[in-house]
């Protein structure tokens, strides 16, 4: 069974500029969030989805960050613009609808450095 | 709201050694708990988690922890640490709604030769 993929795995960028982040979570597993891990720090939620909907973005940015999954599939975030402080690993990961967060999959992670 | 402490950012043994990893949690209802590990530029993997059933919880990988109500305490042991062992290791919680993971802010353990 395929595990959690996730790109870019590394990315660069300057304060100021855009971007994104893919996620696509193992097949049939309706439950998706995303997690901010900066430096020396645990794993922050995001944003949940479950299936297209979002279940909680409590602790998302939103003057500058945005996450989707339209099809109900594959998600992506973006940060637009981000700021040095944005520079973190992001991490995705998918559970089943009915494990929820008993059980999580996490992916690799994005690693982002905003210079 | 459910918080998680883990004691030691860092924590150095011997191979061979014992490995005590320190987690405490704040909750007035014991919460579910998880152990995780992460290797260098990977995604967290499960280890063992705690779900009221048995207060020692046996993992993957040679690790167990004991819940421990009186404590508020979840700590990760290992009898002996072996080379492979050296990672970061994050306890979690999970809150009431059972929807969301709050994590400590990790342990990472180096084992020395």
């Known amino acids: 069974e395929a595990g959690v993929a996730q790109s870019p795995r590394y990315k660069i960028i300057e304060k100021r500029q855009s971007v994104a982040f893919w996620c696509n979570p193992i097949s049939g597993h309706a439950t998706l969030y995303w997690y901010q891990q900066i430096l020396g720090q645990g794993p922050k939620l995001l944003i949940q989805?479950?299936?297209?909907?979002?279940?909680?973005d409590s602790q998302l940015p939103k003057d500058r960050f945005s996450a989707e999954r339209l099809k109900g599939v594959d998600s992506t975030l973006k940060i637009q613009p981000a700021k040095l402080e944005d520079s973190a690993v992001y991490l995705c990961?998918?559970?089943?609808?009915?494990?929820?967060?008993?059980?999580?999959?996490f992916g690799p992670g994005t690693r982002l450095t905003v210079t | 709201a459910q918080s998680v402490t883990q004691l030691g950012s860092h924590v150095s043994v011997s191979e061979g050694a014992l490995v005590l990893l320190r987690c405490n949690y704040s909750?007035?209802?014991?919460?579910?708990l998880f152990w995780y590990v992460q290797y260098p530029n990977q995604g967290l993997q499960l280890l063992l988690k705690?779900?009221?059933?048995?207060?020692l919880v046996k993992g993957i990988n040679g690790f167990e922890a004991e819940f421990k109500k009186s404590e508020t305490s979840f700590h990760l042991t290992k009898p002996s640490a072996h080379m492979s062992d050296a990672a970061e290791y994050f306890c979690?919680?999970?809150?009431?709604?059972?929807?969301?993971?709050?994590f400590g802010g990790g342990t990472r353990l180096m084992v020395k030769p």
């Open positions: 909750s007035s209802v014991p919460p579910y």
């Open positions: 989805f479950q299936n297209n909907g979002v279940v909680d």
């Open positions: 979690a919680a999970i809150n009431n709604a059972g929807n969301m993971l709050t």
């Open positions: 990961a998918s559970s089943l609808p009915h494990r929820g967060a008993y059980e999580q999959y």
């Open positions: 705690y779900t009221s059933a048995a207060t």
